[in-house]
């Protein structure tokens, strides 16, 4: 009986790799992103200022901002498509991810305080709570905050370059987490 569980212990040892190579291999393969609408913070769960704008954000401020990272997102990674959850969807759930988050602070900002006084007035700024995860099984693939702030800019800088901004940032974060695990 001993030398029967030796065995066993030693070829699922043998086959860990196996299983580790197959689930890598898996990750660079994904070629979707269906992209959530972030959730706004919890109103009854905020206690700083950031949590109070968080959850206060407007919802047509997170359709742009889904809209921006589904126009945003092939450009940043090459050869992927993105769609909006709830959408058509991805047709391979095997190939897809999901992306989404919570908002964790929102400010709108102000064009002209930023061209007119500077020194960081009038400054936009969109942070969340982002993860990845894997369509067909929900193993969440990566999670980190994701933040852009626009102080300034040509004439006071636009909130469509803001959105543009953080989706980019979002493509990086999706890049930077799907080459970690490949």
Known sequence: MRIIMNRLAIATLAALPLLAAAQISHAANYDCVEVELFQPGDSSQAESREDKRAAAIPPEVLATLQQGIVQELPNTLKGMTAVKAGDAGCPDAATAISFGGTVTDYKKGNKAARYFIGLGAGKQKFAVNAWIKAKAS?????????VDRKVGGIFGGSADKGVRDFAEKVGGFIKKTLKSKS
């Open 138 to 146: 929900g193993a969440v693939l990566g999670e980190d905050e994701v």
